[in-house]
């Protein structure tokens, strides 16, 4: 089950290079929730928007796909007009996909460290640790993010291997820390978590939805982590500000 459902959704997202009404056969169009707030309800909100992006003659590359029960989460580079990077999150009932969750942005990079926003290991290793791992972020998330414990940072993340592919940080631990402290070292740059709504982990991966702001600009952040030996040694991300609900072409949120 695990690996049809990530075929159908690599089927699915590939779909829109062609914009191919039959990649879309995986929604199930009578439960299907939408909560990209610019894509219409339904199967064939998703199948107009396939056709639009598909006359500017898309790109579109699955860097990497897990499942966690009855979900799939995928880490994507697409090439419209502008290049993007992007997470997509589907929910199953049985073998369709019922709900859909997105938070792309403008490819930038690489970072002062040199990576790009998308390199790096693809394949999840031990599964066995799925959950403690799960709790490891959702701690970070918590007490780093969100309560802002800085002073927790070496509790959670291995100085010595950590990786970052935010396009603005550095691999050093005191780089993030600076990141985190405020505008004043993090180019005028105010960045708030306020409330974890998903957090999603296939062994040494975990993806994490949160809410927050970007200079009090309402925003949603979606961060993956790479566990290794209990500690985070690798992190990805996008953020994307949450348009006002009056521009909305649905009504399920954001979250």
């Keep these: 089950m695990t690996s049809k459902r990530k075929n159908q959704i690599y089927t699915l997202l590939k779909g829109i290079e062609t914009g191919d009404e039959a990649s879309i056969a995986v929604v199930n169009p009578d439960k299907y929730i939408q909560h990209n707030p610019q894509t219409h309800e339904g199967g064939e909100g998703l199948a107009a ?46 073998d369709l996909t019922v709900e859909h969750w997105d938070n792309i942005q403008l490819r930038e990079g690489p970072n002062p460290s040199g990576h790009s926003m998308v390199d790096g290991p693809t394949e999840a290793t031990d599964l066995d640790r799925t959950d403690y791992n799960r709790e490891t972020v959702r701690s970070f998330i918590a007490e780093v993010l969100i309560n802002g414990q800085l002073d927790k940072l070496a509790n959670y993340i291995d100085n010595e291997c950590y990786t970052e592919h935010n396009p603005r940080i550095g691999d050093d631990l005191s780089a993030l820390r600076s990141a985190l402290s405020g505008p004043a070292s993090n180019q005028d740059i105010t960045i708030k978590y306020d409330k974890i709504h998903r957090t999603l982990a296939a062994g040494s991966f975990v993806l994490t939805v949160s809410e927050g702001s970007v200079n009090g600009v309402h925003s949603s952040f979606f961060d993956l982590f790479r566990i290794a030996d209990g500690k985070l040694v690798e992190h990805w991300d996008t953020t994307e500000t949450v348009s006002p609900r009056s521009e909305w072409k649905n009504d399920n949120g954001k979250f």
């Design 49 to 94: 928007l396939f056709k639009r992006l598909a006359k500017s003659s898309p790109r579109v590359n699955i860097v990497r796909i897990f499942s966690d029960d009855d979900y799939v989460f995928a880490h994507t580079e697409y090439d419209f007009d502008t290049s993007r990077i992007g997470f997509e999150i589907f929910r199953f009932e049985d």
